[in-house]
């Protein structure tokens, strides 16, 4: 059996509003609730698109109404820390590497702004994958539950957080059996320098429609307590991050 979640990154005020338009209508027309990853306190200027939206959190509040799940996608969305996070490689983070005392500023403002806007969540997913365990740490600290991310096989528990796995930033390569996450960013549909369209979202709701799930349902998969799982983790994040990027430079200088 196959269980698929759609998630929508980079919610916010000035996003791309007639692009997402066109994903809520498609997926209302096929039954589809995702879960989508809004920013309390967008600065990021490469999301600065439309001009802000006035009635943005009264929308927000319209799409949980209609049963899609919020996340809370990081604070402001721009990295100010060099560091990778435990399970991506690039080097650029808004949580990972900072103190304890300024990731739990960060997280604890944007939650407070969620919550003036009626927007109660606990789950949590970082700007380009990137946390590390500190961020854990205060996610748990600051009374959320689950992230929308990681790199393993199946969900683990960290610092008291249920890490639901994400492998991919994009449509993942699925087998017939398994639990998957397909990420899509509606504002970089169109861009040349993307590889992605909303005919390619269109395609992959309409093919797989049967199969994907709500936040609510997902998040029921067993969470694994073996210490194996996270060792794999380790392994696969290694892999993926540090060896590939070699091994595929070295294919390339002999190609
Ligand atoms: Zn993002």
Redesign the pocket.
Known sequence: MRKILIRF??ICPTMNFEEFDKAIDLMDELDIKPLI?V?PKCE?DI?KIDAPKRDFWEYVRNLEKKGYTIAM??YK?VYDSNKHGMANASNRSEFAGHSFAVQYMKVKKGKEILETKGIHTSIFFA??HSYDKTTLKVLSKCGFKYISDGMSRVPIERYGIVCIPCRTGGIPVMKRDGDYTAVF?AHEWGMDSKNSSYEEFEQFCRTNKMEICTFDIFCKQKVSKKIWDKIDERIYVIFQCRIRPILSKIKHKIV
Request: hydrophobic share 15%; aromatic share 0%.
């Open positions: 990154d980079d990853g920013i990021d999301l996608h990081g969305h700007p380009s960013h």
